[in-house]
């Protein structure tokens, strides 16, 4: 029974899913069409541009990596039950650590490389937990800590970076990484590096551990109902200490990857935020592991998508918002179609009614 209940549940869910992502994208359409001189090639280069060239769908696998990352974070931190948003300091900072000793630390490679990702896992679990020692200490929402901390990491890390690194002749971006600090390239004539088997060994790593586990087990109950899981005995605060740990540790692992893999110097003079994207990537997964890198494949798919769209036609590749903001809106949403579970319900509940009205004749 438990096993039916479980399946009843996850094709409610992917039904949801699935929805929301065809009237998103059916908006999408709608709008493209009304603005569009030629919404047919607009249409069409919004939804197989990424099929066009072997860049286009590189593009795809090399903006989907960091939003694995951000989307794993998202994961293992809201199961706990708080909605920490604290993944985009440790990203970002993780990103300037990452880029600092790319720059300051000559080191053998290999060396390099290990070093550097292991510095941006450190600080970023490190910063993943500030919002939760704040909360245990004063009170405060750790989501008001954690959104107040990523501008406070932003511009700390870039005036860093400013002070020590900057290169003079760009007045911008850092001086030139070390050689050794880089990830290379997978494929010739795309960007895509090595960053993408970290990526899969991180996914099968957190799939067995939230899924096969005891830390996992206790997560999930630690979430849905904290006083019950200490009264069986769970160390709570243990397991949601750790959870904001492993998720800021995955934040900054993908800070790491990221800079070193995408960049030969540190350019991020804008805010980089991941943190909403990781919260839409895992719901879509339906907070399951092994599903963020679908989830994650597919935004980055409309996004190099519109890309394609918005580089030969006048539709605005900013389509994506309003399709990434219908589906949070719908996923979000308890009532969209609760009508459908809840009819099934009935239904499902008449006939063991009338089941067990048989057997007990």
């Known amino acids: 029974m438990k ?16 929805a929301a ?13 009304v603005v569009a001189d030629d919404p047919m090639t607009a249409l069409y280069k919004f939804l197989l541009g990424p099929f066009s060239t072997k860049r286009n769908f590189f593009n795809v696998i090399e903006t989907m990596i960091p939003l694995v990352f951000c989307g794993l974070a998202i994961n293992v931190m809201h199961k706990s039950g708080l909605f ?42 490190l910063i993943s937990v500030i919002p939760i020692f704040i909360k245990r200490k004063t009170g405060a929402s750790e989501m008001v800590v954690s959104l107040m901390m990523n501008y406070i990491f932003f511009n700390f890390g870039y005036w860093l970076i400013r002070k020590n690194f900057l ?35 991180v996914v099968i790593f957190m799939w067995i551990l939230m899924d096969k586990s005891k830390f996992g087990r206790e997560l ?35 800070g790491g990857v990221e800079m070193i893999g995408m960049y030969k110097k540190f350019q991020w003079i804008t805010s980089v935020s991941y943190v909403w994207d990781g919260i839409l990537i895992n719901l879509l997964a339906g907070t399951r592991p092994l599903m963020i890198p679908v989830s994650a494949f597919f935004i980055s798919y409309i996004r190099i998508g519109a890309l394609v769209m918005s580089r030969g036609g006048d539709v605005d590749s900013e389509i994506v918002s309003i399709i990434q903001g219908i589906m949070i809106l719908l996923i979000a949403s308890e009532r969209f179609l609760y009508q459908m579970k809840k009819r099934k ?13 048989e057997g007990a004749n």
């Not at 790319?102 to 450190?122: G, S």
């Not at 109950?221 to 995955?250: C, D, H, P, W």
């Not at 319900?345 to 009205?357: C, F, G, I, K, V």
């Open 220 to 254: 999930k109950l630690t979430g849905s109902n904290e006083n019950f899981a200490r009264y069986a005995g769970i160390k709570v605060t243990k397991v949601v200490f750790l959870s904001q740990l492993i998720g800021g540790m995955l934040a900054g692992l993908g």
């Open 167 to 201: 290169d003079p002749t760009n007045g911008s971006f850092s001086t030139p990484f070390q050689k050794t600090a880089t990830l290379g390239k997978m494929i010739k004539g795309t960007n895509t590096h090595y960053g993408l088997l970290i990526m899969v060994a």
């Open 84 to 125: 920490s948003m604290a993944a985009d300091s440790s990203f970002y900072f993780s990103g300037v650590v990452a880029a600092s000793i790319a720059i300051a630390c000559p080191m053998p490679n290999i060396v390099h490389q290990i070093v550097i990702l292991a510095a941006a896992m450190a600080v970023g679990g």
């Open 21 to 33: 992502i065809l009237i998103s994208l059916f908006i999408a359409a709608a709008i493209i069409f």
């Open 345 to 357: 319900e009935e239904r499902e509940a008449l006939q063991n009614q009338s089941l067990e009205a």
């Open 3 to 18: 096993t039916a209940g479980k399946k009843k549940f996850e094709w409610y869910g992917i039904i949801r899913v699935t």
